[in-house]
C-alpha cells in the first residue's frame, strides 16, 4: 500500500492508494497544535476488512441503489457483499481497489483508476480521477470520469471528521444549509420525496 503526504501552511494530509483513502488531515491549530481532523484507523493494514468506508472514494455509486439497476430499460444485476440493497458500488467499490497515486505539486496529488466493464457488472469501462489539494484554509476534492457506456456515476468520500481530535465528537457545533431531505422507505432507499427540514430532527440551519 503506497501513501502520498502533501503540505501547505498550516495543513499536511496523507493518502492511501487503498480506496484513494484520506488516512490523516493535520492541522496547526490557534494554539499551535498539531491535530489530526480525520478519524482513521490506526494499521493502514485494518482498512482492507474496514466495514465502514473510513476515509474512502465510494463508488461508482455512493449511497444505496435497487439491485437489479435499471440502466437504459435494461436490468443489470450487481455483485455486493451486502443484503439488499445495492451499497456503495457493491463488491467491486472503488473503496477496495488499488488506486495511481501521482503527486502534482506539494500541496495536491492526483489518485486515478481505471475499472474494465469485464470487472464488474456495470455496464462500460470507467476511468475515474480524484484530486486532492489542500489550498490556504482547507481541503479540495475535484472528481473526474469518463465512461464508455451510460452507466451511474456518484462518487463521494466517507471520511469521518472530528475536529477537535478528541475520542468524542458530541462538542462539535454542525451547520448544513439543506432546507429538505429525502424520504426513505423501508429499505433505506430513496422514495424521491423531499421533505422539508424545518421543525424536524434533520433541521441544522442553525448551530
Known amino acids: 500500500m503506497e501513501k502520498c503526504c502533501i503540505k501547505r501552511g498550516r495543513l499536511s494530509a496523507t493518502i492511501l492508494s487503498f480506496g484513494a483513502i484520506l488516512h490523516e488531515l493535520w492541522i496547526l491549530d490557534k494554539n499551535n497544535t498539531l491535530v489530526n481532523t480525520v478519524a482513521g484507523l490506526p494499521q493502514l493494514s485494518d482498512y482492507d476488512t474496514d466495514e ?3 476515509g474512502a472514494v465510494v ?9 437489479p439497476v435499471a440502466i437504459k430499460n435494461q436490468l443489470h444485476t450487481i455483485k455486493h457483499t451486502t443484503n439488499y ?10 473503496a477496495k481497489q488499488f488506486w495511481h497515486l501521482k503527486q502534482l505539486q506539494p500541496h495536491s496529488v492526483e489518485a486515478s483508476l481505471t475499472c474494465a466493464e469485464e470487472s464488474k457488472e456495470f455496464p462500460g469501462s470507467i476511468t475515474v480521477a480524484v484530486r486532492y489539494e489542500l489550498l490556504e484554509n482547507g481541503l479540495r476534492l ?4 469518463f465512461t464508455t457506456a451510460p452507466t451511474p456515476i456518484n462518487s463521494t468520500n466517507h471520511a469521518y471528521f472530528n475536529l477537535g481530535g478528541d475520542a468524542n465528537a ?10 429538505e431531505y429525502l424520504a426513505l422507505d423501508v429499505a433505506l432507499l430513496p422514495t424521491g420525496e423531499q421533505i422539508p427540514t424545518k421543525g424536524s430532527p434533520y433541521d441544522f440551519t442553525k448551530e
Open 52 to 54: 465502514w468506508f473510513r
Open 59 to 67: 463508488g461508482p455509486y455512493a449511497g444505496r441503489l435497487s439491485n
Open 85 to 94: 440493497p445495492l451499497l456503495h458500488g457493491g463488491a467491486h467499490s472503488w
Open 142 to 145: 475535484s472528481y473526474e470520469a
Open 170 to 179: 458530541a462538542s462539535h457545533l454542525l451547520t448544513v444549509n439543506a432546507h
